[in-house]
């Protein structure tokens, strides 16, 4: 098992997971560090944290520093990647944060088919062009994101699920404020992004401090 410090979290994590550019990102601190970045700018005490795609547990385990254990609330489709994100959040100190396994979805329910990569992060739902490579496909629970917003209450949502916002984040997201989503235009292209835009402006969301790269940010106005 190898240790990763971020902000002064440890993230555990086994070597066969190491894959791709994971361990590079999480000896620099870039892991994820965009997404960290939005959130730390935004964020009030008083939120209430929804993620989507919680893999490690890193996101989770910074938003409780803030917000309490209690007012975050994540969802992580991979059946061993949920157990290790709840190892690191006990590590952490933050036990009673709720994770749920499953794959957030637009609509729908009972399970949904899920692509578990070796690389875990880069799991994924099927996409336009088909499975994701070496995707060793299963069954996963559907999380709607509809049900999910009534059973949690989030004001702020993070959303990293590798191009299963396009669903998700074009939906009503009533009570949110804060939207921070790392896009996937390399599953949906140019036109996606301007799609979950599209949606987002006219849910009264705009454009906030923050973004970098494929990590937008919108504020509801």
Known sequence: MRSFTLRGLTLYLPEAALKGNLERALSSGRYENHEADALLMHVR????????????GFICALAARVLGEGAVFGVEAGPETVKLARKNLVANGFPGVKLMRGAVVGEGEGEVEFGQRPAFWASALKGPDGWPENAEVIRVPARPIGKLLARVAPTVISCDIEGGELGVLCQSLPGVRLVVVETHPQVYGPKGVERITTALHGQGFAAAEGAKKDTLVFLRL
């Not at 008083?46 to 893999?55: H, I, S, T, V, Y």
């Open 45 to 56: 005490p008083e939120d209430r944290l929804l993620d989507l795609g919680a893999g490690l």
